[in-house]
């Protein structure tokens, strides 16, 4: 099993940035891909972006292309996803979540660890 812990939500002005930190730890593989999702309130969790260790590929969804970028230290066993250009519609907690090997996924179900997630507001 992997622990996944959030950090670096909080309150912003919008147009302004964040960065969320995710780290893993326990049975990991070499293979693994992390996932950012997010879930507003009164609405289904959503996927945001993904990246994939072996082969280094990372996808994000039309709605954050551009404004958010998702990277990794894979010493650390930490993804990161940066947050620019922030909008309130973005006001979401924020979750990451890993699968072990398999390539990006952008389905929630194919996902076998989460984080606790974290909170980000984006004040009009």
């Known amino acids: 099993q992997v622990q996944l812990v959030e950090s670096g939500g909080g309150l912003v002005q919008t147009g302004g940035s964040l960065r969320l930190s995710c780290t893993a730890s326990g049975r990991i593989s070499n293979t693994w891909v992390m996932g950012w999702f997010r879930q507003a309130p009164g609405k289904e969790r959503e996927f945001v972006a993904a990246f994939s260790r072996s082969d280094s590929t990372t996808y994000a969804s039309a709605s954050v292309r551009g404004r958010f970028t998702i990277s990794r230290d894979n010493v650390k066993n930490t993804g990161y996803l940066q947050l620019n250009s922030l909008r309130p519609e973005d006001t979401a907690v924020y979750y990451c979540?890993?699968?072990?090997?398999?390539?990006?996924?952008?389905?929630?179900?194919?996902?076998?660890?989460w984080g606790q997630g974290t909170q980000v507001t984006v004040a009009s």
């Open positions: 979540a890993v699968r072990q090997s398999g390539g990006l996924r952008l389905n929630e179900r194919e996902y076998d660890d």
